[in-house]
Each structure stands twice: as C-alpha cells, then as structure tokens.
Nanobody
Framework: QADLVESGGGVVQPGDSLRLACTIRSTFTIAFKGWYRQAPGKERELVASWKGARRSANYSDSVQGRFTISTDKSKNTMFLQMDSLKPEDTAVYSC?????????WGQGTQVTVSS
C-alpha cells in the first residue's frame, strides 16, 4: 500500500510564499516525479518535474524562476517552494510518484492566491 500525503496549501495574498510538502508512506519504493496543478475549468498542468538520479528539476514556463522543487530523503518528502505567488497560481496542487510500474498520486492541496 502506498499513500502520498500533501500539506501546506492555504490562502495567501499576491506576492506571498507557500511551501507544499508531499510525504510518501509506503511499504515499497516510490520515486518522486513532480507536482501538478489543476485550476477550475482548466486541464491539469505539470508545473515541476523531478529527476531523482540527477537531483535536477524542470519547470513550466508559468512558474520558472518562482517555484523550486526539492526533496528530503531522510523524511521521504518532496517540497515545492512557491514564491511571488500570483492569482493565476490558484489551483489544487498534487504530487506524484512512480512505483515499479504504476504512478501514485496525492489527494491534492488547495492553494488560493487572492487579495
């Protein structure tokens, strides 16, 4: 059994920061893959992908320079640091990981950016 548990969402003002966390609770190995978001009425968007072997990340153009992905292997947790938040960043953010052959998803955490 595997669970990806997200935390850290909330309501903030434009220009504020938030840090999301995704913790894996599993009896087998799951590799972190990244963070997606989905805003109401829009398709799901990959905002940050993680390549664990290289410890490198790629970002969508919409968040490049503002969001940073990182991991803490000792805590089996992946983070998404979000700075200079904009109203258009409002969405449900979900983390994803990959098992041997199947992807796993968290339940999502709401981020709302509003003045």
């Amino acid at each position: 059994q595997a669970d990806l548990v997200e935390s850290g969402g909330g309501v903030v003002q434009p220009g504020d920061s938030l840090r999301l966390a995704c913790t894996i609770r599993s009896t087998f190995t799951i590799a972190f893959k990244g963070w997606y978001r989905q805003a109401p009425g829009k398709e799901r968007e990959l905002v940050a992908s993680w390549k664990g072997a290289r410890r490198s990340a790629n970002y969508s153009d919409s968040v490049q320079g503002r969001f940073t992905i990182s991991t803490d292997k000792s805590k089996n947790t992946m983070f998404l640091q979000m700075d200079s938040l904009k109203p258009e960043d409002t969405a449900v953010y979900s983390c994803t990981g990959m098992g041997t052959s199947l992807p796993y998803w968290g339940q999502g955490t709401q981020v709302t950016v509003s003045s």
